[in-house]
């Protein structure tokens, strides 16, 4: 049976809306040329739709500005108010390797170095050759932005921050840092505010 032209309009907003998602997404991900080291665009359709980044709906009761990280479902959240948030796809920290509870972001840094912390090095010879410290680039593992994580005023050693290695996105294998792609964790860093409430949810 052929569609009506009233069928046709019906839909059209439907269409129109996945169009407009469709390409946000792409946006979202697009070439970044005006970085200090230039990222690349990644195809849409390497990224498990799941695990792009998008405004959802988040009935949590956290403040505007908050970042909620839920370990098991292998995503994070920045709270907008309003009952939404901005959902990301991350990498979490290995069986018992994971932060849990309360922090808060007590400074941030743009293609940070990176320093593995002593128990790192105490467990892997690979890290103890790193322990003067690895420039920030395209090969390091904090990638293009680090927010690091404090209590009390003391540095966790924990840090939400970007990867060079996107296909851990999704998967729990870090030594405990929360990873974001590149882009993701761009778009984070320009959200949040030095001081801004974490919350890692383990269970």
């Known amino acids: 049976m052929p569609i009506s032209r009233r069928g046709l309009l019906a839909g059209l907003p439907l269409l129109l809306a996945g169009c407009a998602s ?12 005006e970085e200090e080291f230039p990222l690349h665009r990644i195809p849409i359709d390497k990224i498990k739709p799941e695990l792009r980044r998008q405004q959802v709906a988040f009935p949590g009761n956290y403040a505007p500005g908050t970042v909620v990280v839920d370990t098991p479902a292998r995503r994070a959240y920045y709270v907008l108010g309003g009952g939404q948030a901005i959902r990301y796809g991350v990498g979490v920290g290995r069986a018992g390797m994971a932060l849990s509870g309360n922090a808060y972001v007590g400074r941030k840094a743009e293609w940070p170095s990176w320093t593995p912390t002593p128990a790192m090095q105490r467990r892997e010879e690979r890290y103890r050759k790193l322990a003067g410290g690895m420039a920030g680039g395209p090969n390091n593992p904090l990638g293009a932005r680090a927010m690091y994580l404090y209590r009390g005023g003391n ?17 729990a294998m870090s030594s405990g840092c929360i990873r974001m792609m590149n882009h993701d964790v761009i778009d984070l860093y320009n959200r949040v505010q030095v001081g801004a409430k974490v919350v890692v949810i383990q269970a």
């Open 155 to 171: 540095d966790t050693m924990f840090r939400l921050h970007g990867t060079n290695q996107p296909e851990s996105i999704g998967h």
């Open 22 to 33: 469709t390409y946000n997404e792409q946006q979202n991900y697009a070439a970044v040329p």
